[in-house]
Protein backbone atom coordinates (compact mmCIF):
# COMPACT_ATOMS: atom_id res chain seq x y z
CA UNK A 1 0.00 0.00 0.00
CA UNK A 2 1.33 3.47 -0.59
CA UNK A 3 1.29 6.52 1.50
CA UNK A 4 -1.37 8.12 -0.32
CA UNK A 5 -3.73 4.40 0.35
CA UNK A 6 -3.00 5.60 4.55
CA UNK A 7 -3.96 8.90 4.16
CA UNK A 8 -7.68 8.22 2.29
CA UNK A 9 -10.63 9.82 4.42
CA UNK A 10 -13.03 7.59 2.98
CA UNK A 11 -12.32 4.20 4.37
CA UNK A 12 -13.48 0.62 3.32
CA UNK A 13 -15.44 -1.17 5.75
CA UNK A 14 -12.67 -3.22 6.55
CA UNK A 15 -10.50 -0.15 7.23
CA UNK A 16 -13.12 1.72 9.26
CA UNK A 17 -13.23 -1.23 11.42
CA UNK A 18 -9.63 -1.47 11.32
CA UNK A 19 -9.41 2.20 12.41
CA UNK A 20 -11.72 1.15 15.36
CA UNK A 21 -9.74 -2.36 16.42
CA UNK A 22 -6.43 -0.51 16.29
CA UNK A 23 -7.30 2.03 19.08
CA UNK A 24 -8.96 -0.70 21.08
CA UNK A 25 -5.93 -2.42 20.59
CA UNK A 26 -3.41 0.36 21.62
CA UNK A 27 -6.00 1.17 24.61
CA UNK A 28 -5.49 -2.13 26.05
CA UNK A 29 -2.11 -2.81 25.44
CA UNK A 30 -0.99 0.77 27.12
CA UNK A 31 -3.42 -0.17 30.19
CA UNK A 32 -1.70 -3.45 30.69
CA UNK A 33 1.77 -1.84 30.37
CA UNK A 34 0.89 -0.20 33.31
CA UNK A 35 -0.77 -1.96 35.34
CA UNK A 36 1.55 -4.94 34.51
CA UNK A 37 5.22 -3.03 34.67
CA UNK A 38 4.34 0.67 35.85
CA UNK A 39 5.98 1.61 39.26
CA UNK A 40 3.93 0.38 42.47
CA UNK A 41 4.24 3.79 43.79
CA UNK A 42 2.55 5.74 41.84
CA UNK A 43 -1.16 4.32 41.20
CA UNK A 44 -2.75 7.68 42.13
CA UNK A 45 -0.64 10.15 39.97
CA UNK A 46 -1.27 7.59 36.86
CA UNK A 47 -5.13 7.07 37.06
CA UNK A 48 -4.70 11.07 37.56
CA UNK A 49 -2.91 11.66 34.55
CA UNK A 50 -5.30 8.80 32.42
CA UNK A 51 -8.11 10.96 34.13
CA UNK A 52 -6.66 14.30 32.67
CA UNK A 53 -6.20 12.53 29.79
CA UNK A 54 -9.79 11.36 29.16
CA UNK A 55 -11.08 15.04 29.90
CA UNK A 56 -8.33 16.42 27.88
CA UNK A 57 -9.83 14.94 25.43
CA UNK A 58 -12.88 16.66 25.48
CA UNK A 59 -11.46 19.79 24.97
CA UNK A 60 -9.29 18.76 21.85
CA UNK A 61 -11.76 16.59 20.40
CA UNK A 62 -13.75 20.81 20.93
CA UNK A 63 -10.81 22.49 18.97
CA UNK A 64 -9.85 20.44 16.24
CA UNK A 65 -13.38 20.09 15.54
CA UNK A 66 -14.10 23.65 15.53
CA UNK A 67 -11.33 25.48 14.80
CA UNK A 68 -9.57 23.10 12.36
CA UNK A 69 -11.95 20.58 10.33
CA UNK A 70 -14.40 23.68 10.20
CA UNK A 71 -11.50 26.20 9.58
CA UNK A 72 -8.52 24.92 7.80
CA UNK A 73 -7.78 23.81 4.67
CA UNK A 74 -7.51 20.99 3.76
CA UNK A 75 -9.24 19.68 6.86
CA UNK A 76 -12.18 21.63 6.31
CA UNK A 77 -12.83 20.38 2.84
CA UNK A 78 -12.58 16.65 4.34
CA UNK A 79 -15.02 17.28 6.47
CA UNK A 80 -17.27 19.33 4.67
CA UNK A 81 -17.39 15.88 2.69
CA UNK A 82 -18.53 14.11 5.63
CA UNK A 83 -21.55 16.55 6.67
CA UNK A 84 -22.37 15.98 2.49
CA UNK A 85 -22.58 12.42 3.17
CA UNK A 86 -22.99 11.61 7.08
CA UNK A 87 -23.40 8.17 6.75
CA UNK A 88 -20.30 7.67 4.39
CA UNK A 89 -16.83 6.04 5.91
CA UNK A 90 -15.26 8.99 6.34
CA UNK A 91 -13.05 9.45 8.92
CA UNK A 92 -9.58 10.61 10.03
CA UNK A 93 -6.95 8.50 8.62
CA UNK A 94 -5.47 6.11 11.71
CA UNK A 95 -1.90 7.23 10.63
CA UNK A 96 -2.78 10.58 10.90
CA UNK A 97 -4.66 10.29 13.80
CA UNK A 98 -1.96 8.10 15.52
CA UNK A 99 0.83 10.16 14.53
CA UNK A 100 -0.62 13.53 15.67
CA UNK A 101 -1.28 11.41 19.43
CA UNK A 102 2.43 10.38 19.64
CA UNK A 103 3.75 14.04 18.56
CA UNK A 104 1.22 16.38 20.49
CA UNK A 105 0.40 14.04 23.44
CA UNK A 106 3.03 11.56 23.87
CA UNK A 107 6.15 13.31 23.10
CA UNK A 108 5.35 16.48 25.25
CA UNK A 109 4.05 14.47 28.27
CA UNK A 110 7.68 12.75 28.05
CA UNK A 111 9.60 15.65 27.56
CA UNK A 112 8.21 17.38 31.03
CA UNK A 113 7.29 14.21 33.00
CA UNK A 114 8.54 10.19 32.84
CA UNK A 115 7.75 7.91 31.03
CA UNK A 116 4.69 6.10 32.91
CA UNK A 117 2.97 9.36 33.11
CA UNK A 118 3.14 10.19 29.84
CA UNK A 119 2.15 6.86 28.57
CA UNK A 120 -0.79 7.25 31.43
CA UNK A 121 -1.80 10.69 29.73
CA UNK A 122 -1.40 9.38 26.38
CA UNK A 123 -3.91 6.12 27.23
CA UNK A 124 -6.67 8.95 29.02
CA UNK A 125 -6.18 10.62 25.18
CA UNK A 126 -6.45 7.56 23.35
CA UNK A 127 -9.76 6.13 25.82
CA UNK A 128 -11.28 9.68 24.76
CA UNK A 129 -10.57 9.37 21.38
CA UNK A 130 -11.94 5.52 20.84
CA UNK A 131 -14.75 7.25 23.12
CA UNK A 132 -15.63 9.93 20.53
CA UNK A 133 -15.16 7.60 17.48
CA UNK A 134 -17.47 4.89 18.85
CA UNK A 135 -20.12 8.19 19.90
CA UNK A 136 -19.58 9.48 16.10
CA UNK A 137 -20.26 6.29 14.79
CA UNK A 138 -23.60 5.35 16.82
CA UNK A 139 -25.12 8.90 16.15
CA UNK A 140 -24.73 7.94 12.52
CA UNK A 141 -25.58 4.63 12.12
CA UNK A 142 -27.22 2.66 14.95
CA UNK A 143 -30.53 2.93 15.93
CA UNK A 144 -29.76 2.14 19.28
CA UNK A 145 -31.91 4.17 21.62
CA UNK A 146 -30.64 5.50 25.24
CA UNK A 147 -31.26 8.62 26.86
CA UNK A 148 -27.53 9.02 26.46
CA UNK A 149 -27.49 8.25 23.15
CA UNK A 150 -30.36 10.29 22.07
CA UNK A 151 -29.10 13.55 23.49
CA UNK A 152 -26.30 13.42 21.58
CA UNK A 153 -27.77 12.27 18.34
CA UNK A 154 -30.02 15.04 18.94
CA UNK A 155 -27.10 17.65 19.41
CA UNK A 156 -25.08 15.72 16.89
CA UNK A 157 -28.08 16.54 14.57
CA UNK A 158 -27.97 20.04 15.00
CA UNK A 159 -24.61 20.55 13.97
CA UNK A 160 -25.09 19.20 11.20
CA UNK A 161 -28.15 20.91 10.06
CA UNK A 162 -27.01 24.04 11.86
CA UNK A 163 -27.76 27.08 9.52
CA UNK A 164 -24.43 28.80 11.38
CA UNK A 165 -22.18 25.78 12.66
CA UNK A 166 -22.84 25.00 16.23
CA UNK A 167 -22.47 22.07 18.88
CA UNK A 168 -18.81 21.01 17.64
CA UNK A 169 -18.60 18.13 21.08
CA UNK A 170 -19.58 14.73 19.66
CA UNK A 171 -19.11 13.33 23.13
CA UNK A 172 -19.99 16.01 25.52
CA UNK A 173 -21.59 19.36 24.86
CA UNK A 174 -19.67 20.52 27.41
CA UNK A 175 -16.98 22.80 25.68
CA UNK A 176 -20.30 24.36 23.58
CA UNK A 177 -21.46 25.45 26.68
CA UNK A 178 -18.81 26.93 28.30
CA UNK A 179 -17.94 29.00 24.73
CA UNK A 180 -21.07 29.71 23.46
CA UNK A 181 -21.22 27.63 20.64
CA UNK A 182 -24.89 25.52 21.23
CA UNK A 183 -27.19 25.68 19.47
CA UNK A 184 -30.54 25.90 21.71
CA UNK A 185 -32.27 23.38 19.67
CA UNK A 186 -29.92 20.77 20.80
CA UNK A 187 -30.55 21.77 24.62
CA UNK A 188 -33.09 19.16 26.29
CA UNK A 189 -36.45 20.99 27.38
CA UNK A 190 -36.15 22.47 30.90
CA UNK A 191 -38.03 20.93 33.41
CA UNK A 192 -41.03 22.58 35.00
CA UNK A 193 -40.19 23.89 37.80
Known sequence: MNLMGLLRIEHSKW???A???SYAAAVLILAALLAIAGPRGSWMSLVACCVAGVLGWTLI???????VLHGLPPFRGWHAAHHERPTALICTPTALSAGLIVVLVFIPALLLTDKWRACALTLGVLA???AYMATH???HHWRVESAWL??????HAAHHHAHHPACFGVTTGFWDLMFGSS???ARPPREPE
Open 15 to 17: AYG
Open 19 to 21: DFA
Open 61 to 67: EYVLHRF
Open 128 to 130: GYL
Open 137 to 139: HLT
Open 150 to 155: SRRKRW
Open 183 to 185: NKL
